[in-house]
């Protein structure tokens, strides 16, 4: 076959698929990588909108740099020629039609909001690397099955509100809160072009998403010292809280002899040290933390007669945040018996349920590491992202990359440039692969 019979029968493939002359499905070349230039441009362009003057980004959620910051998203998806909607609850979106715009769409994206005084990187990353995959796909003339959706959620920050929305979680009495940035959510919304009496519009059923797919920096200091460059994430941790009070004897301090002493302050600083051991001791990657500590009465010349303490365990395995909390609580109760003081522990409801990732999109986030001679760990998420919220809708992905001295939400916050690029290739062949793959839930 000469080449302009080769030519004829491929374009006459290419019209059986349904495409037009001048496109390709992608699975027949190798996958095209991101421009470089561009995103990092992209990155630059951003960053300027609450810029502060020791590197780092303050862009609350709501406030005129995060809507600036959203008018700068807003113009270079268009030049992507995606198509550009705000949801209800505020979300931003840029689409690129599929092959077969009745399937269920990828959604890949992050946000842009930063918390107080915090770092160019965190949500930005993932943010403009789903923008620039999308902007590849359009470059490379590559045509997708399922439709591709970048997002950028809003206030991320505050609460995974914007996310929460779309699982249908985000209620009207949730309006009346205060974001960082001083507006309610109510008038939040309404500022960045949603609707905050039709939140339930933003509400997708499950299996109304194909896929969502996160590009995040790590926010930690495993891959850096590990000198890898993708991490894959398994899952995000399941998250559980308790208030801890420990109740002995306030009396005077220069009086009552150290042996008659029922000081809360002394089992309290052993509960401590117990939750640190246990943490350590018990096999696996759980945390467990004491974050929040004050003596009472607080006076120099008084014995502590109460102490009141968090208690923070997180884990992917629900089963396994309880059998730790059991190993603390039992060892509590013995602080509290040899010490003369009591212990209780009142739950704070906070149930965030480990949200793990769908396996097949983590082989397809590590054969794309692999093929781009990336080195790559499975690793799990110790903080939260937009990911878990939706992991209740459809199958997850989440890629990492490394974080420099594993700083974030600080204005030292750094990403190298080369990390930023990687991810984005990885984030780009993954949802190439992810489009043809039948995933379960």
Known sequence: MNRRAFAAAATGGITALGLRPGTRPWRL?????????????????LRQFGATTDGGVERLAYSDADL???AFVTERMRRAGLDVRVDTAGNLFGRRAGRRNDLPPILMGSHIDSVPDGGAYDGTVGSLGALEAAWTMSDARLVTDHPIDVVVFQNEEGGLFGSEALAGRLGADDLARTALSGFTLRDGITRIGGDPDRLAAARRA?????AYLELHIEQGGILEAAGEDIGVVEGIVGIEQWDVTVTGVANHAGTTPMPQRRDALVAAARFVEAVNRIALTTRGR????VGQISAHPGAPNVVPGEVRMSLEIRDLDAAKIQSVFAAIRSEAEAIASASGTTVAFRDRELNIVPAPTNPDI??????AARDLGLKNRLMPSGAGHDAQSLAPLCPIGMIFVPSVGGISHSP???????DVVNGANVLLRTALAVDRLALGR
């Open 29 to 45: 070349q190798q996958p095209p990588r991101v421009h470089t230039d561009r995103l990092l441009e992209m990155f630059a362009g």
């Open 68 to 70: 600036a910051g959203r």
């Open 206 to 210: 499950p299996g109304s998403l194909h």
């Open 286 to 289: 759980q945390v467990a933390t």
């Open 362 to 367: 983590r082989a397809a986030i590590t054969a």
């Open 412 to 418: 030292r916050e750094f990403t190298k440039p080369e």
